[in-house]
């Protein structure tokens, strides 16, 4: 597609219920990343896949959070057992190679009640 | 990066004035420094970039001056236009080949007409 596409757009969960976030990547594009974003704070890093390898997950709170990319396409970003701390925008982005800046996707706006 | 929660650092300017937007970074070793551009609702947006072996880089209506020995980077913007009204956010990446960026707190750049 022409860019990195993201959904749900908008996520309301219950406390204790899982969430899946879904992202598109850029055709062809070797990486991708997951951020997340509070409000009035900076992205803040995730994990990392190169194709089907999730080749960084230092970022990920806790063993809660989860991301798949199994066919080096398409990725997954699950969370169990959701928790208000939770709530935030979930940012995709995708890059062709392994250098230089990467296209953002406009995240997934996740509210746990 | 550093966390101001919702109080973000704000710049105001005049339209058709010029701005400059300035960051600093926590790594003297990162090797590679972004900018990007959010509007709400969106994911960040590449302005430009600048490798570490370089001290000034130029695009359109756009400069990033990169200071190593403060560790600072600044972002200036010429002759700005009200579609420049965001949050702009500084990035570094810490090791050179590893992918994560570390994203500032960004600045809420406001343009009055």
């Known amino acids: 597609g022409a860019g990195v596409s993201q959904s749900p757009r908008y996520k ?77 925008v979930y940012l995709c982005a995708s890059s062709l190679g392994t250098q230089g800046g990467y296209t953002f996707g406009s995240g997934t706006r996740l509210t746990v009640v | 990066g550093e966390s101001v929660g919702l109080h973000l650092p704000t710049l105001s300017v005049q339209e058709g004035d010029n701005s400059i937007i300035n960051c600093a970074y926590s790594n003297s070793a990162s090797d590679y420094f972004i900018w990007y551009k959010q509007e709400s609702g969106k994911g960040p947006q590449f302005i430009i970039d600048i490798r570490s072996n370089m001290d000034k880089r130029q695009g359109q209506r756009v400069t990033v001056l990169l200071n190593k020995t403060v560790k600072h980077l600044s972002l200036q913007i010429a002759a700005t236009q009200p579609g420049d009204s965001a949050v702009y956010f500084c990035a570094e990446r810490f090791i050179e080949g590893a992918q994560k960026l570390v994203f500032g707190q960004g600045t809420r750049l406001t343009i009055n007409p």
């Open chain 1, 12 to 88: 309301v969960a219950k406390r204790g219920q899982d969430v899946a976030l879904r992202c598109d990547p850029i055709s062809g594009h070797v990486s991708l990343f997951w951020y997340q974003q509070a409000l009035g704070q900076g992205p803040e890093f995730l994990t990392y896949f190169q194709n089907e390898a999730q080749l960084d997950k230092s970022g990920l709170p806790s063993d809660r959070f989860f991301a798949e990319r199994p066919e080096g396409s398409v990725s997954t970003l699950k969370i169990q057992r959701t928790q208000q701390e939770d709530s935030a």
